[in-house]
């Protein structure tokens, strides 16, 4: 690498590791003192999904597309407090293997617990919820893991029996342990993520079988984007690392601050009340410094099983 | 339960087995436009000149919560029935209504809470407010003779005095008003009369319980 010093690069170099582990423990812990008048649902999914710009980049030479095989195995407690208050905690295991880029493969596992609030009684009595996740991503392809932690906050409420929406604010952190810096002076973690967003969402069900899921949101914060050498991206970031992943030519990865904007149609039909088939596009646009644009283009096929 | 279901509630109005032979019945069939059975319909006969005996004290009724969903969906009761809600589930459950013939709330709960007495004619909505999706109905008639269809939309009121009634039907879905199924229909004594309707539903429109899949995507 050749690319000039600069200061002023931030790095983080404090250990994570322990942060889901403590998270999972106080979650097991609140589980266990849940009791018998909590609700326990086991969860898996199985799935497909095909990206088409999972380098982020934006010349077309840059971007690499595949396709992935994803499974997730959860264990879902619900727990009442009062008629307006409840509680859900989710373990959860899930794991993705990728066509093409074995790298990108990986195993998660994670937690969350979320506070909900209902003003009211009845299904259409508005609410509001909390929530707080962290997880462990390890990738086959150590630059990319790294420890998650995020929280939510959301507003909603149900107009009738087939239609509710509800809208968002959230802030999401990821800690990247490994990047190790190409350039001295400059931080190797771009995988040190951290932003925040807001969202608004509606579901509608034409059918008691078929619901639809409109989402749209923006983010702003942190993004990683994966190119050739680019010089306008490098005055931009705030850490590089090459990024073996994706084979030859060689590709480095570059930590932004950016905007992106989301779009999220999906839908889902109803199998029986424990299981469903869910289809989902998803759509992004990132908009970072020095003019950096990149677009995303994702769809999902998944297999839901509730118990 | 079935046979809760199905039963006529004047239990205590006739008394002798001679004078229940000399009873009239009316077989009551409801299927939709095409000819298929509905389960779940009520069909209530009033006396056509207005003499209901109704018994000194109807019966407890039972509507249970097993696995998140109300047991039987739908419950006939006679005015006056107290009703006690069983939670069968490990979560506990919140049933309300906010219908004009009953309204309630049994706060949080597990195991089974005190009956609930139905003591004004008409359809009540039960719901659960930490179980959207639960949906129930009681309907709760004025007179004493009264069943709910099987799978085979069939169901018999017996016991009934012999007379003319006026019968009509109701369903959670149904299109019109339950008095635009009113029917006048003679019992005759010792004989089992057959009254039919068809009737068209809507919809039916339910809080989706089903999982989805949330939303993913990298930045």
Same mark, same amino acid.
């Given at each position: 690498? *050749?690319?000039?010093?600069?200061?002023?690069?931030?790095?983080?170099?404090?250990?994570?590791?322990?942060?889901? /582990?403590?998270?999972?423990?106080?979650?097991?812990?609140?589980?266990?003192?849940?009791?018998?008048?909590?609700?326990?649902?086991?969860?898996?999914?199985?799935?497909?999904?095909?990206? *088409? $710009?999972?380098?982020?980049?934006? $010349?077309?030479?840059?971007?690499?597309?595949?396709?992935?095989? %994803?499974?997730?195995?959860?264990?879902?407690?619900?727990?009442?407090?009062?008629?307006?208050?409840?509680?859900?905690?989710?373990?959860?295991?899930?794991?993705?293997?990728?066509?093409?880029?074995?790298?990108?493969?990986?195993?998660?596992?994670?937690?969350?617990?979320?506070?909900?609030?209902?003003?009211?009684?009845?299904?259409?009595?508005?609410?509001?919820?909390?929530?707080?996740?962290?997880?462990?991503?390890?990738?086959?392809? *150590?630059?990319?893991?790294?420890?998650?932690?995020?929280?939510?906050?959301?507003?909603?409420?149900?107009?009738?029996?087939?239609?509710?929406?509800?809208?968002?604010?959230?802030?999401?952190?990821?800690?990247?342990?490994?990047?190790?810096? !190409?350039?001295?002076?400059? %931080?190797?973690?771009?995988?040190?993520?951290?932003?925040?967003?807001?969202? !608004?969402?509606?579901?509608?069900?034409?059918? $008691?079988?078929?619901?639809?899921?409109?989402?749209?949101?923006?983010?702003?914060?942190?993004?990683?984007?994966?190119?050739?050498?680019?010089?306008?991206?490098?005055?931009? %970031?705030?850490?590089?690392? /090459?990024?073996?992943?994706?084979?030859?030519?060689?590709?480095?990865?570059?930590?932004?601050?950016?905007?992106?904007? +989301?779009?999220?149609?999906?839908?889902?039909?109803?199998?029986?009340?424990?299981?469903?088939?869910?289809?989902?596009?998803?759509?992004?646009?990132?908009?970072?410094?020095?003019?950096?644009?990149?677009?995303?283009?994702?769809?999902?096929?998944?297999?839901?099983?509730?118990? | 339960?079935?046979?809760?279901?199905?039963?006529?509630?004047?239990?205590?109005?006739?008394?002798?087995?001679?004078?229940?032979?000399? $009873?009239?019945?009316?077989? /009551?069939?409801?299927?939709?436009?095409?000819?298929?059975?509905?389960?779940?319909?009520?069909?209530?006969?009033?006396?056509?000149?207005?003499?209901?005996?109704?018994?000194?004290?109807?019966?407890?009724?039972?509507?249970?919560?097993?696995?998140?969903?109300?047991?039987?969906?739908?419950?006939?009761?006679?005015?006056? +029935?107290?009703?006690?809600?069983?939670?069968? *589930?490990?979560?506990?459950?919140?049933?309300?209504?906010?219908?004009?013939?009953?309204?309630?709330?049994?706060?949080?709960?597990?195991?089974?809470?005190?009956?609930?007495?139905?003591?004004?004619?008409?359809?009540?909505?039960?719901?659960?407010?930490?179980?959207?999706?639960?949906?129930?109905? !009681?309907?709760?008639?004025?007179?004493?003779?009264?069943?709910?269809?099987?799978?085979?939309?069939?169901?018999?009121?017996?016991?009934?005095?012999?007379?003319?009634?006026?019968?009509?039907?109701?369903?959670?879905?149904?299109?019109? +008003?339950?008095?635009?199924?009113?029917? +006048?229909?003679? /019992?005759?004594?010792?004989?089992?009369?057959?009254?039919?309707?068809?009737?068209?539903?809507?919809?039916?429109?339910?809080?989706?319980?089903?999982?989805?899949?949330?939303?993913?995507?990298?930045?």
């Amino acid at each position: 690498m *050749d690319f000039p010093s600069r200061p002023g690069c931030r790095s983080s170099a404090v250990p994570r590791a322990r942060v889901p /582990a403590l998270f999972v423990l106080g979650l097991a812990t609140a589980l266990h003192g849940a009791g018998a008048r909590a609700d326990w649902e086991l969860g898996a999914s199985a799935g497909a999904f095909y990206d *088409d $710009n999972l380098t982020r980049a934006q $010349n077309p030479a840059d971007k690499r597309a595949a396709g992935a095989a %994803s499974a997730q195995a959860s264990a879902i407690n619900f727990h009442p407090f009062t008629g307006s208050d409840s509680g859900t905690l989710t373990l959860y295991a899930r794991g993705e293997l990728f066509s093409r880029y074995t790298g990108l493969g990986n195993a998660v596992a994670g937690a969350t617990a979320a506070y909900r609030h209902k003003f009211g009684v009845g299904a259409l009595a508005p609410w509001i919820s909390v929530s707080a996740g962290a997880s462990y991503d390890d990738y086959r392809d *150590d630059l990319r893991t790294s420890t998650r932690v995020d929280v939510r906050a959301e507003a909603g409420r149900r107009f009738s029996e087939d239609l509710d929406a509800s809208v968002g604010v959230y802030y999401e952190r990821r800690y990247d342990d490994n990047g190790e810096p !190409v350039v001295p002076g400059i %931080s190797g973690k771009v995988f040190d993520l951290a932003g925040q967003g807001a969202f !608004v969402r509606a579901g509608y069900s034409p059918t $008691n079988e078929l619901y639809i899921d409109a989402k749209a949101g923006v983010r702003r914060g942190d993004v990683e984007s994966t190119s050739q050498r680019n010089f306008q991206i490098f005055i931009a %970031s705030s850490a590089i690392a /090459a990024d073996p992943v994706w084979g030859d030519p060689a590709l480095f990865a570059y930590r932004l601050r950016g905007t992106t904007w +989301t779009g999220a149609l999906t839908g889902s039909y109803a199998l029986s009340n424990q299981s469903s088939i869910d289809v989902a596009y998803n759509y992004g646009f990132t908009q970072a410094a020095q003019g950096l644009e990149y677009t995303t283009h994702a769809v999902y096929l998944t297999f839901i099983y509730r118990h | 339960m079935k046979t809760l279901m199905c039963r006529v509630a004047a239990v205590a109005v006739l008394a002798s087995p001679i004078a229940q032979a000399q $009873n009239a019945e009316i077989a /009551a069939t409801v299927t939709d436009e095409r000819g298929k059975p509905i389960a779940d319909a009520v069909v209530i006969a009033v006396p056509a000149d207005g003499s209901l005996r109704l018994p000194a004290k109807a019966p407890d009724e039972v509507v249970d919560q097993v696995d998140k969903e109300f047991l039987p969906k739908v419950q006939a009761v006679l005015v006056g +029935t107290p009703i006690t809600f069983p939670n069968r *589930d490990s979560v506990r459950h919140q049933v309300y209504s906010f219908s004009p013939a009953k309204h309630f709330e049994l706060p949080l709960y597990s195991g089974t809470p005190q009956a609930v007495v139905f003591d004004k004619p008409g359809v009540v909505v039960l719901g659960c407010n930490i179980h959207d999706w639960m949906v129930g109905y !009681v309907y709760v008639s004025e007179s004493p003779y009264f069943g709910k269809t099987d799978a085979d939309g069939k169901t018999v009121l017996a016991n009934l005095p012999p007379g003319a009634y006026v019968a009509r039907v109701w369903h959670p879905q149904l299109a019109g +008003t339950e008095e635009a199924t009113r029917k +006048t229909v003679d /019992a005759s004594r010792g004989r089992r009369t057959a009254v039919a309707w068809a009737l068209s539903l809507k919809p039916e429109v339910k809080i989706r319980r089903a999982p989805a899949a949330g939303q993913r995507g990298g930045y």
